[in-house]
């Protein structure tokens, strides 16, 4: 076994390089972006030769998947990296996908954000592997990210399901020392012979659904005695019982002794799950004499909740549901010891011992100089022209996920709305036929691609007052300067293929000096009562840093 020393995110990736990888698609996004950058990193050709396999961002998580059923279906392997909230996006062929004959194995890695490091909730993708009857396999370090991305291909293939494979901003971002395993072939090209197992027409799509819960027999065979679900009864205290998953078991083990020596030297009796579907019998082998349970898991309460349906008798369950854990937020060595009742550790902030300083709030901002910031003063600039003009409020600026979302927060202050990919241009239009004279989206280049061209059609069908504004900075900036799918100069002739009219699809360089003949543009457009589209266009400072960088070393990336 060789060692080396990766982040999460990596070893998920060279996990599946080692599981013999032939395709993997993606869209970035925090914490999940480095397992395909190192995909792409380490991608052997462009092409599926022998030894080869493909690596490569798409226009978003939908799409993503898509292809890579397209790759199962050749009886090749793929994965499909994502963030939590992309997996909303890619919702549509993930639940119908767990109905399919799955050929090739397909995984799904999914990185959550507990704690909302750089998303826009919390929410937590056992909930989806639940929903869609599929297997999750939920590592606790970067040991386990790499052996359950293998593990999770030979699943996928046994059970002919997609598996999902959990992944959490604080494993996805620490290294560690991993011990690696021999590359093992990749699948030959062998298309699924079946093809009604691919077709989900009604007829077969019934006859599908019947096959996915009868795997769910199996499954839950295969979850209770997989390793990674230990249970720990021997010599154990069973008037405490305690359940773990995820990181959270490396929590509870670093406050394990000093529990142990609070009970008199008795050690609790304990169950870690980390591959779902729920290990059933081990739970109820864990709670059948125990007083009470508590529960331990990293993001929302999905074993606690499920516990109610599971027990038979009743039992105190004691986790996030009651506050006993913290229902918010990530959890650390410090958040798991209050929910066990443990004093503060010395030297910790809530402890009395040390004092430290509050530390100012530090909100995110655009980075000085970017581009961004010269477009947002000049649409603030036409705003506060216009909105007093009516003797009301008559705008409403929808911005989008992303760099320009940034703009919300001083000295710019201009977004009203910031909620999902693609929802400004929606919002925008929506908020024109409620009556809102000045309708405005905000939206950037990568975004506009992502989800922003379908709404636009609406709007354009409906010939909708509004206007677009697309902040083109010629990368996907926030997640570290991934190229967008379609270069600049491909965005007018592609709006104007919409439907758009040309008079109305205006290009601006987004520079500070141009701020009042600009604004002079912008609002002759936002007064226009139609559609139209502005476009700011001006390159990302740290795309142009690495760019330049890049052909100093006369190398492309």
């Given at each position: ?24 698609y993606?869209?970035p996004g ?20 022998p ?32 963030k939590?909230?992309?997996l ?6 993930f639940m ?30 056992r ?5 869609a ?6 590592p606790?370090?970067?040991?386990e ?7 999770a ?18 494993l ?16 030959p ?13 009604p ?24 390793p990674?679900?230990k ?34 030297g008795?050690?609790p009796?304990?169950?870690?799950i ?16 125990a007083?009470?349970?508590?529960v ?26 009651d506050?006993?854990?913290s ?14 009742a ?11 011992t040390?004092?430290?300083p509050?530390l100012?709030?530090?909100p ?7 581009p961004?910031?010269?477009s947002?003063?000049t649409i603030?600039?036409v ?7 009516e ?15 940034l ?6 202050s ?15 239009r ?27 059609i609406?709007?354009?069908i409906?010939?909708?007052p ?5 902040l ?5 900036a926030?997640?570290?300067c ?25 290009e ?20 226009y ?29």
């Amino acid at each position: 076994m060789k060692e080396q020393a990766l982040l999460g995110d990596e070893a998920a990736a060279l996990g599946a390089i080692h599981a013999g990888l032939s395709a993997a698609y993606g869209y970035p996004g925090t914490p999940s972006t480095e397992i395909m950058e190192y995909l792409i990193e380490n991608a052997q050709g462009s092409a599926l030769a022998p030894g080869a396999f493909l690596a490569s961002w798409c226009v978003n998580e939908k799409t993503a998947l898509e292809a890579a059923l397209g790759v199962s279906f050749a009886g090749k392997r793929a994965m499909v990296t994502m963030k939590h909230v992309g997996l909303n996006v890619a919702s549509d062929p993930f639940m119908n996908g767990a109905l399919l004959g799955i050929k090739g194995g397909l995984v799904i890695a999914v990185a959550d954000d507990p704690g909302m490091h750089s998303s826009q909730n919390e929410q937590d993708s056992r909930f989806y592997a639940s929903f869609a009857m599929v297997p999750c396999l939920e590592p606790r370090n970067q040991q386990e990210a790499y052996t359950m991305t293998r593990e999770a291909f030979d699943l996928s293939e046994k059970f002919q399901v997609p598996v999902l494979l959990r992944m959490t901003t604080r494993l996805s971002h620490a290294r560690a020392q991993i011990k690696t395993e021999p590359e093992r072939a990749r699948n030959p090209l062998s298309k699924a012979g079946d093809k009604t197992q691919w077709m989900l027409l009604p007829a077969y799509a019934r006859r599908n659904y019947i096959s996915l819960i009868e795997k769910q027999r199996g499954l839950l065979e295969w979850s209770v005695v997989h390793p990674s679900n230990k249970l720990e009864l021997e010599g154990r205290d069973l008037s405490l019982a305690v359940i773990t998953s995820g990181l959270g078991g490396n929590y509870y083990e670093e406050n394990l002794e000093d529990l142990v020596k609070s009970r008199g030297g008795k050690t609790p009796a304990r169950l870690h799950i980390g591959a779902y579907p729920l290990p059933e019998a081990s739970i109820l082998r864990l709670c059948e004499k125990a007083d009470r349970v508590i529960v331990i898991e990293e993001g929302q309460p999905v074993i606690e909740e499920r516990l109610r349906g599971i027990l038979t008798h009743s039992i105190t369950v004691n986790g996030k549901l009651d506050g006993t854990v913290s229902r918010t937020g990530e959890l650390d060595p410090d958040v798991v010891r209050l929910g066990l009742a443990l004093p503060p550790r010395p030297g910790v902030l809530n402890s009395g011992t040390v004092s430290l300083p509050k530390l100012p709030g530090r909100p995110p901002q655009l980075c000085t100089g970017c581009p961004h910031g010269d477009s947002y003063e000049t649409i603030k600039k036409v705003i506060q022209e216009l909105d007093p003009a009516e003797g009301h409020p008559n705008t409403a600026i929808n911005s989008d996920i992303g760099c320009y979302a940034l703009g919300a927060t001083p000295p710019y202050s201009v977004p009203e709305s910031i909620v999902c990919m693609g929802a400004s241009v929606g919002m925008a239009r929506g908020a024109a036929e409620a009556g809102i004279k000045y309708a405005i989206g905000v939206i950037g280049d990568s975004t506009f691609l992502h989800s922003g061209i379908p709404p636009l059609i609406d709007a354009i069908i409906a010939d909708t007052p509004m206007t677009l504004i697309i902040l083109d900075n010629s990368i996907v900036a926030m997640t570290g300067c991934q190229q967008t799918m379609i270069g600049s100069d491909k965005f007018t002739p592609l709006i104007l293929g919409l439907g758009i009219k040309s008079e109305h699809l205006v290009e601006l360089e987004a520079k500070r000096q141009l701020l009042e003949e600009n604004a002079v543009k912008l609002k002759k457009e936002i007064e226009y009562p139609g559609l139209s589209v502005v476009i700011f266009k001006r390159e990302c400072l740290e795309a142009f840093r690495k760019r330049r960088k890049a052909e100093t070393q006369g190398g492309s990336k």
